[in-house]
Nanobody, 119 residues
């Protein structure tokens, strides 16, 4: 069973930076895209950024210009560099990998890592 292991969350001051990492426990084939989501208390999970297998990126308006997604396909690892963090960025952050199989798409999720932006 493939697992996604996230790291890099924590407590940071407003205006600070964090880098999240998400690594797959074993090789995932036929990746369509990898992405990062977050969920704040009382809110729905929202897509923040996504990177396709060929490197095309998409960002939510709320993080555009502040967050950067990147990946190392050989290592099945995806990163999220977060700069200029705001208190409203406080949430649990999840990584996601979608692969394409003969039977359709399959989603893998990390366990989540807490990011708290506070003074």
């Amino acid at each position: 069973q493939v697992q996604l292991v996230e790291s890099g969350g924590g407590l940071v001051l407003p205006g600070g930076s964090l880098r999240l990492s998400c690594a797959a426990s074993e090789k995932i084939f036929s990746i369509d895209y990898m992405g990062w989501y977050r969920q704040a208390p009382g809110k729905e999970r929202e897509l923040l950024a996504r990177i396709s297998s060929i490197g095309t990126t998409n960002y939510a308006d709320s993080v555009k210009g502040r967050f950067t997604i990147s990946s190392d396909n050989a290592k099945n690892t995806v990163y999220l560099q977060m700069n200029s963090l705001k208190p409203e960025d406080t949430a649990v952050y999840y990584c996601n990998v979608r692969s394409m199989t003969a039977f359709g798409s399959r989603d893998y999720w990390g366990q989540g890592t807490q990011v708290t932006v506070s003074s």
